[in-house]
């Protein structure tokens, strides 16, 4: 297991990081998030840095990273590439945020997002990767994927939908159908957002305060902060058995929704051979907010 523990990690990101966490004491249609979250949202979980990148920073980086985003998918298209971006992780954690920012200058009918709703009765009767399938990217397409087959090996799991055998079961298969697409050519890259807990409140008390953003809350949404231990040991146990040289996990610390979306950009564009890249414009990626699976469970893994 990891060399230090999660709630040593969870010590050292700040004064504030133990406060509010019991979700009886917390209700998302309170008038105003108490001050304490408030104040350990950023740092919460061990988080590296106990500011907000400036936001002219990000305006800038962001703009160099899309114009090579922009170049990137020339690539995929003239090079009939196929790439599968799929973006897990806990509820609010910034992936919607994030795959907005990342296709905002491209081309919809070659970069397709992929966001499916709950199975339908013939689907749940299907071998479990089949829906997935039909929506796996064609030549010269990216399909980026907002929760993908790892619903398995995390909300399904946590709520019962699906029972531990046929979740143990996934965990065993999604490595060798990943492989099983990486040599037919298709490159796949993971990334797991990670938050932490007063991050999430922060987030999902704002959702539910927001008439324009209240829609993105589903009634699980409401009971993640119960469900916040059991995320934590299903999110560990499907971060150890899918990493894989074929289809590797990187990690993302997401409490800075701006260094969040350059990182997840950086590692991208870094990953992927494409013509014309500007090592300069991409800059250098911070290794404190992106990570290996193999170092992010070996410093703690996710809080509890």
Same mark, same amino acid.
């Given at each position: 297991?990891?060399?230090?523990?999660?709630? &040593?990690?969870?010590?050292? $990101?700040?004064? $504030?990081?133990?406060?509010?966490?019991?979700?009886?004491?917390? *209700?998302?249609?309170?008038?105003?998030?108490?001050?304490?979250?408030?104040?350990?949202?950023?740092?919460?979980?061990?988080?590296?840095?106990?500011?907000?990148?400036?936001?002219? %920073?990000?305006?800038?980086?962001? %703009?160099?990273? &899309?114009?090579?985003?922009?170049?990137?998918?020339?690539?995929?298209?003239?090079? %009939?590439? *196929?790439?599968?971006?799929?973006?897990?992780?806990?509820?609010?954690?910034?992936?919607?945020?994030?795959?907005? *920012?990342?296709?905002?200058?491209?081309?919809?009918?070659?970069?397709?997002?992929?966001?499916?709703?709950?199975?339908?009765?013939?689907?749940?009767? &299907?071998?479990?990767?089949?829906?997935?399938?039909?929506?796996?990217?064609?030549?010269?397409?990216?399909?980026?994927?907002?929760?993908?087959?790892?619903?398995?090996?995390?909300?399904?799991?946590?709520?019962?939908?699906?029972?531990?055998?046929?979740?143990?079961?996934?965990?065993?298969?999604?490595?060798?159908?990943? =492989?099983?697409?990486?040599?037919? $050519?298709?490159?796949? /890259?993971?990334?797991?957002? !990670?938050?932490?807990?007063?991050?999430?409140?922060?987030?999902?008390? =704002?959702?539910?305060?927001?008439?324009?953003?209240?829609?993105?809350?589903?009634?699980?949404?409401?009971?993640?902060?119960?469900?916040?231990?059991?995320?934590?040991?299903?999110?560990?146990?499907?971060?150890?058995?899918?990493?894989?040289?074929?289809?590797?996990? !990187?990690?993302? *610390?997401?409490?800075?929704?701006?260094?969040?979306?350059?990182?997840?950009?950086? %590692?991208?564009?870094?990953?992927?051979?494409?013509?014309?890249?500007?090592?300069?414009? /991409?800059?250098?990626?911070?290794?404190?907010?992106? /990570?290996?699976?193999?170092?992010?469970?070996?410093?703690?893994?996710?809080?509890?």
């Amino acid at each position: 297991m990891a060399d230090k523990s999660r709630k &040593q990690k969870a010590q050292e $990101g700040g004064a $504030g990081s133990a406060v509010g966490r019991d979700p009886a004491d917390w *209700r998302f249609d309170m008038p105003e998030l108490p001050k304490e979250i408030r104040a350990a949202a950023l740092t919460a979980g061990g988080y590296p840095y106990d500011e907000r990148l400036p936001e002219k %920073h990000y305006l800038r980086d962001l %703009h160099k990273l &899309q114009i090579e985003l922009v170049k990137l998918l020339t690539w995929v298209k003239a090079r %009939h590439e *196929r790439v599968v971006i799929l973006f897990e992780g806990r509820d609010a954690a910034g992936k919607g945020g994030t795959i907005s *920012r990342l296709t905002e200058h491209l081309n919809p009918r070659s970069a397709r997002v992929v966001a499916l709703p709950k199975p339908t009765d013939g689907e749940a009767g &299907q071998w479990y990767f089949q829906r997935y399938v039909e929506h796996l990217p064609t030549r010269g397409e990216i399909a980026i994927f907002d929760r993908s087959w790892y619903n398995r090996g995390g909300v399904e799991r946590v709520f019962g939908f699906c029972t531990e055998a046929e979740s143990e079961r996934f965990l065993s298969e999604a490595p060798n159908f990943e =492989a099983m697409l990486a040599r037919d $050519g298709i490159r796949i /890259i993971k990334f797991f957002l !990670t938050i932490g807990r007063e991050t999430q409140m922060k987030r999902l008390h =704002a959702r539910w305060h927001d008439p324009l953003d209240r829609w993105k809350l589903s009634d699980l949404d409401f009971k993640a902060l119960e469900k916040w231990d059991a995320y934590s040991a299903a999110f560990e146990r499907m971060l150890s058995l899918t990493d894989s040289a074929y289809a590797p996990w !990187t990690i993302v *610390r997401a409490n800075d929704k701006r260094r969040l979306r350059l990182e997840v950009m950086r %590692h991208v564009l870094d990953v992927l051979p494409y013509d014309g890249k500007d090592e300069a414009a /991409i800059g250098t990626p911070d290794h404190k907010i992106c /990570i290996s699976a193999a170092t992010y469970l070996g410093t703690g893994g996710e809080e509890e």
